[in-house]
């Protein structure tokens, strides 16, 4: 079955910090990836995405690359701040009988100090 | 454009008692979700609606828990008989239809939290 593996947190870092945050998947076919992020209270937005290998995916300073041979999907940011400061979730979406599902990982918090 | 909307966005109940929430997706999304999220977990795929027809409700306690859409558009989800280990954030999400391009894609609402006593 699928599955979505990354880092286990918490990650804290200092306010302009480089960030990464590991994810690695397992799954059959080609699926598309995602970073989700969920601040304190609130639901998940979907932060960036990609449909095929190589693919980048890039939002508010944040980056992903699609990595079919090694079955990654990192998520990087080079100079963090205090409001970034959330719970991640790493995602794959895979196809069944014509519709579309996610698979999570069980998400990393982060943490920024000033 | 409007994002998914959920109602309560908070609800303390005794357990053995009966709870319902209230989902409005994002217009012309023809797929709706519902996720059970337990406290430091991923959201878990409770139930899947393509338009009023379920398409995977595998992982519903349907002992306990019951979902309808029945115009296709909002969506109530159930509890009776609540019980402690159902603490959670239940978290609804809608996604575009297939021509779109962007049916891999979902969208989610703020979530409601739900405390079992």
């Known amino acids: 079955g699928n599955s979505v593996t990354q880092m286990e947190g918490p990650v804290t870092l200092s306010e302009e910090a480089f960030l990464t945050i590991n994810c690695t998947y397992t799954?059959?076919?080609?699926?598309?990836l995602f970073w989700y992020v969920q601040y304190p209270g609130e639901g998940l937005q979907l932060l960036l995405k990609?449909?095929?290998?190589?693919d980048k995916g890039s939002n508010k300073g944040f980056e992903a690359t699609y990595r079919k041979e090694t079955t990654s999907f990192h998520l990087e940011k080079g100079s963090v701040q205090v409001s970034d400061s959330a719970v991640y979730f790493c995602?794959?979406?895979?196809?069944?009988?014509?519709?579309?599902?996610?698979?999570f990982g069980k998400g990393t918090k982060l943490s920024v100090i000033p | 454009e409007a994002g998914v909307a959920q109602s309560p966005r908070y609800k303390i109940i005794e357990k053995r008692q009966s709870v319902a929430f209230w989902c409005n997706p994002i217009?012309?999304?023809?797929?709706l979700y519902w996720y059970q999220q337990i406290l430091g977990q991923g959201p878990k795929l409770l139930i899947q609606?393509?338009?009023?027809?379920?398409?995977?409700d595998s992982q519903l306690p349907k002992d306990r828990f019951s979902a309808e859409r029945l115009k296709g558009v909002d969506s109530t989800l159930k509890i009776q008989p609540a019980k402690l280990e159902d603490s959670a954030v239940y978290l609804c999400?809608?996604?575009?239809?297939?021509?779109?391009?962007?049916?891999?894609?979902?969208?989610f609402g703020p979530g409601t939290r739900l405390t079992v006593l």
């Open positions: 999400a809608s996604s575009p239809p297939v021509e779109t391009g962007g049916a891999d894609t979902q969208y």
């Open positions: 799954a059959t076919g080609y699926p598309s």
């Open positions: 990609a449909t095929k290998a190589d």
């Open positions: 995602a794959l979406s895979s196809t069944g009988a014509g519709s579309y599902q996610l698979t």
């Open positions: 217009s012309g999304h023809a797929t």
């Open positions: 609606f393509q338009n009023n027809g379920v398409v995977d």
